[in-house]
């Protein structure tokens, strides 16, 4: 068996990648849906919200309520799903 | 389940819909019938109908865009978000809107329905056995046009049944040119083009001329995506470039190499290196039908479930055999109530007790008292009051409108006449028929009802006789809608199914039923009445009418009141 390839990572261009860190993930997924104010304050505030948050999206896909941005939320963030806000503001 | 905010929902159950444009995913056919598949899982647990349009404006407004389409909430490329929509309302609510940087399928990969062949539209089957190879996509192979074709069996070589594929050499759709295909080359902005192009849009859409030059013809159509085009990347829509070369290697397939994310690509042009041109593979795809059904659950004011079997669960997950979850129905039903009661079985008309064939003259002792013609014509008989029916047909040029006893005439200048009572033109009929039809040649006039029918000849009537000894199946219990069709031959309706009859020899060619939708795609296979005016074909169900033209398309939709009963 030949060495595994080094796989080489490409920059293709026009596609829309999402190299966006897991925070800034959760963080656009979030506001996009309705989790947390589009107007969020930033600082302590922020970090508070943002677990409240959390914990709102991990109720609402039946995930276990750890308020934390842990993998199987951070999957879920990345499911196909429709564009509708889950909450309404 | 959950609704919007203040229980947002239609104060009317006749919905209307009307899509807007379409995705070169998939053909049209294939759209219109996912979309109606979608509207049929809400129909089927409330009393809501949905009707398309095909102008004017709906209710609820179906679109495919893409990034920034319209509205404030651009699409994000492939994945991700798919699709939207707005709870009920005017203007943009209640429409629905499908992000096609996404590949709309039925849900199991490509979904290729063929045309022209021998297969009649049947999709392709992949894969299938060629010349001894076997094609897990459609292909120009034991051709020389350059057309793509599949086999709609697994194996050509033994059941030689193939279709052709979605191509621009083939067809174009949307734009105005008919669906004529592309022209190659053609001029834009005095440019010769040898493909596709997405140039002179900002929608990312492919088109092409159908003329040889578009500067000076203006005619367009956007082209159909193959089944090999790759989606999203810098290439959308063109179809994979085998062999290619990217990194000093050569592919002959898709390959995931040089992404971290594991998806399939493919170079659009023999040299990735060189080009940069590339896309994504045919995946599995989204079901439009599946995202259409959640999709219209919040154009009917349903929101989001946190029940991960319900469709209105944010979440998109391919479902083989699809139902409602219960909390989608209590959620739509704590809407629109529960659908009422069985289908509505049409009345059953009064059957006549088996009166003489030809009427006799009164002997003295059954001497009968004339009785006045004129009637009083209630309310109920006002012929704009009347939402459906019994049977609309082209008397001696005048569309007659056949309701309970009575019936109304429309003379050629639109002038509405009627009430006039059935049993005194044509005394023999019972009260209610189901359809009619006058035969051109002989200007013989056949009127059908229940299992029955009678044929007038001026005065003369003859009948009433089995529809049976027409040929028509035993179990057949009316005939909804006649259509002539030339050469002493009538087209006769019920539901799904059509059949031949040839006037002369009073019989059913063979070779029928042959289905409605398969010959006459496009009008509900439900229609009470079908009939031929002007030269179209019209189906009604309730209150609309289809209007399908010679060219077998339907070219209008309207209301009976108003465009044909002049209301």
Same mark, same amino acid.
């Given at each position: 068996?030949?060495? +595994?390839?080094?796989?080489?990572?490409?920059?293709?261009?026009?596609?829309?990648?999402?190299?966006?860190?897991?925070?800034?993930?959760?963080?656009?997924?979030?506001?996009?849906?309705?989790?947390?104010?589009?107007?969020?304050?930033?600082?302590?505030?922020?970090?508070?919200?943002?677990?409240?948050?959390?914990?709102?999206?991990?109720?609402?896909?039946?995930?276990?309520?750890?308020?934390?941005?842990?993998? +199987?939320?951070?999957?879920?963030?990345?499911? +196909?799903?429709?564009?509708? +806000?889950?909450?309404?503001? | 389940?959950?609704?919007?905010?203040?229980?947002?929902?239609?104060?009317?159950?006749?919905?209307?819909?009307?899509?807007?444009?379409?995705?070169?995913?998939?053909?049209?056919?294939?759209?219109?019938?996912?979309?109606?598949?979608?509207?049929? $899982?809400?129909?089927? $647990?409330?009393?809501?109908?949905?009707?398309?349009?095909?102008?004017?404006?709906?209710?609820?407004?179906?679109?495919?865009?893409?990034?920034?389409?319209?509205?404030?909430?651009?699409?994000?490329?492939?994945?991700?978000?798919?699709?939207?929509?707005?709870?009920?309302?005017?203007?943009?609510?209640?429409?629905?809107?499908?992000?096609?940087?996404?590949?709309?399928?039925?849900?199991?990969?490509?979904?290729?329905?063929?045309?022209?062949?021998?297969?009649?539209?049947?999709?392709?089957?992949?894969?299938?056995?060629?010349?001894?190879?076997?094609?897990?996509?459609?292909?120009?192979?034991?051709?020389?046009?350059?057309?793509?074709?599949?086999?709609?069996?697994?194996?050509?070589?033994?059941?030689?049944?193939?279709? &052709?594929?979605? %191509?621009?050499?083939?067809?174009?759709?949307?734009?105005?040119?008919?669906? #004529?295909?592309?022209?190659?080359?053609?001029?834009?902005?005095?440019?010769?083009?040898?493909?596709?192009?997405?140039?002179?849009?900002?929608?990312?859409?492919?088109?092409?001329?159908?003329? #040889?030059?578009?500067?000076?013809?203006?005619?367009?159509?956007?082209?159909?995506?193959?089944?090999?085009?790759?989606?999203?990347?810098?290439?959308?829509?063109?179809?994979? =470039? &085998?062999?290619?070369?990217?990194?000093? /290697?050569?592919?002959?397939?898709?390959?995931?190499?040089?992404?971290?994310?594991?998806?399939?690509?493919?170079?659009?042009? %023999?040299?990735?290196?060189?080009?940069?041109?590339?896309?994504?593979?045919?995946?599995?795809?989204?079901?439009?039908?599946?995202?259409?059904?959640?999709?219209?659950?919040?154009?009917?004011?349903?929101?989001?479930?946190?029940? /991960?079997?319900?469709?209105?669960?944010?979440?998109?997950?391919?479902?083989?055999?699809?139902?409602?979850?219960?909390?989608?129905?209590?959620?739509?039903?704590?809407?629109?109530?529960?659908?009422?009661?069985?289908?509505?079985?049409?009345?059953?008309?009064?059957?006549?007790?088996?009166?003489?064939?030809?009427?006799?003259?009164?002997?003295?002792?059954?001497?009968?008292?004339?009785? %006045?013609?004129?009637?009083?014509?209630?309310?109920? =008989?006002?012929?704009?009051?009347?939402?459906?029916?019994?049977?609309?047909?082209?008397? =001696?040029?005048?569309?007659?409108?056949?309701?309970?006893?009575?019936?109304?005439?429309?003379?050629?200048?639109?002038?509405?006449?009627?009430?006039?009572?059935?049993?005194?033109?044509?005394?023999?009929?019972?009260?209610?028929?189901?359809?009619?039809?006058?035969?051109?040649?002989? /200007?013989?006039?056949?009127?059908?009802?229940?299992?029955?029918?009678?044929?007038?000849?001026? /005065?003369? $009537?003859?009948?009433?006789?089995?529809?049976?000894?027409?040929?028509?199946?035993?179990?057949?219990?009316?005939?909804?809608?006649?259509? =002539?069709?030339?050469?002493?031959?009538?087209?006769?309706?019920?539901?799904?199914?059509?059949?031949?009859?040839?006037?002369?020899?009073?019989?059913?060619? %063979?070779?029928?039923?042959?289905?409605?939708?398969? $010959?006459?795609?496009?009008?509900?296979?439900?229609?009470?009445?079908?009939?031929?005016?002007?030269?179209?074909?019209?189906?009604?169900?309730?209150?609309?009418?289809?209007?399908?033209?010679?060219?077998?398309?339907?070219?209008?939709?309207?209301?009976?009141?108003?465009?044909?009963?002049?209301?």
């Amino acid at each position: 068996w030949s060495a +595994p390839l080094k796989s080489v990572f490409v920059t293709f261009p026009g596609d829309v990648i999402k190299n966006m860190t897991d925070n800034q993930l959760a963080e656009e997924y979030l506001k996009r849906y309705g989790y947390i104010d589009v107007l969020q304050k930033s600082g302590l505030q922020a970090v508070v919200s943002t677990s409240k948050a959390l914990m709102k999206l991990q109720q609402q896909l039946g995930l276990e309520e750890t308020g934390s941005l842990d993998q +199987p939320t951070i999957d879920a963030m990345k499911q +196909p799903r429709c564009g509708v +806000p889950d909450i309404r503001n | 389940y959950q609704t919007f905010e203040g229980d947002l929902k239609w104060d009317h159950t006749d919905v209307t819909y009307r899509i807007l444009n379409y995705s070169p995913d998939m053909e049209a056919p294939l759209i219109d019938d996912a979309f109606a598949r979608a509207f049929k $899982v809400w129909s089927e $647990v409330t009393p809501l109908t949905f009707t398309r349009l095909y102008d004017g404006t709906a209710d609820i407004m179906i679109s495919f865009g893409r990034e920034n389409h319209g509205d404030p909430y651009p699409f994000d490329g492939k994945d991700g978000l798919l699709a939207h929509a707005y709870p009920p309302g005017e203007g943009i609510q209640g429409d629905a809107h499908f992000d096609d940087d996404e590949y709309w399928t039925l849900g199991s990969g490509p979904a290729i329905q063929t045309r022209y062949g021998n297969a009649e539209g049947a999709m392709c089957h992949f894969p299938f056995l060629f010349e001894g190879t076997s094609y897990s996509s459609c292909t120009t192979d034991g051709r020389t046009d350059g057309i793509p074709w599949c086999a709609t069996t697994a194996d050509y070589d033994k059941d030689k049944i193939f279709g &052709f594929c979605p %191509s621009e050499l083939l067809f174009t759709f949307d734009g105005n040119s008919n669906e #004529a295909p592309c022209v190659f080359p053609f001029v834009f902005l005095g440019v010769k083009y040898d493909s596709c192009t997405t140039d002179g849009r900002t929608d990312g859409y492919r088109w092409c001329a159908t003329t #040889a030059n578009f500067d000076t013809d203006k005619k367009y159509g956007f082209c159909p995506n193959r089944d090999t085009a790759v989606i999203g990347g810098n290439s959308e829509g063109e179809p994979c =470039q &085998f062999p290619f070369i990217f990194l000093d /290697k050569t592919y002959t397939s898709c390959t995931s190499e040089g992404r971290g994310d594991g998806k399939l690509w493919c170079a659009t042009t %023999s040299n990735y290196d060189t080009d940069k041109k590339w896309g994504f593979c045919p995946d599995k795809g989204y079901s439009l039908f599946l995202v259409a059904a959640h999709e219209f659950g919040h154009a009917l004011g349903l929101d989001h479930s946190k029940i /991960k079997d319900a469709l209105m669960y944010p979440m998109y997950k391919y479902i083989e055999d699809f139902s409602l979850n219960q909390d989608d129905i209590e959620g739509i039903q704590y809407l629109y109530g529960p659908k009422t009661g069985p289908n509505p079985t049409p009345p059953k008309p009064k059957t006549t007790t088996s009166s003489p064939v030809v009427p006799t003259k009164p002997t003295p002792s059954e001497k009968t008292t004339t009785v %006045s013609t004129t009637t009083h014509v209630g309310p109920s =008989q006002d012929a704009c009051e009347i939402k459906e029916f019994d049977a609309i047909t082209e008397i =001696q040029k005048e569309l007659h409108f056949f309701k309970d006893r009575h019936y109304w005439k429309i003379s050629s200048n639109g002038e509405r006449k009627g009430p006039f009572l059935i049993s005194e033109k044509w005394p023999a009929l019972p009260a209610t028929i189901n359809s009619a039809f006058e035969e051109p040649l002989t /200007k013989k006039i056949y009127f059908f009802a229940d299992k029955q029918f009678w044929v007038y000849t001026g /005065k003369e $009537v003859l009948g009433p006789r089995k529809i049976e000894k027409l040929g028509l199946p035993s179990d057949l219990d009316r005939v909804e809608g006649t259509v =002539q069709r030339g050469k002493g031959k009538v087209l006769l309706f019920n539901g799904e199914n059509f059949w031949k009859l040839d006037v002369k020899a009073q019989m059913i060619d %063979s070779g029928y039923p042959r289905s409605t939708d398969s $010959v006459f795609g496009g009008v509900p296979i439900d229609s009470h009445d079908v009939f031929l005016h002007k030269g179209f074909f019209y189906f009604c169900r309730e209150s609309f009418y289809w209007r399908m033209n010679a060219k077998r398309q339907v070219d209008r939709v309207g209301y009976v009141r108003h465009d044909l009963l002049k209301c």
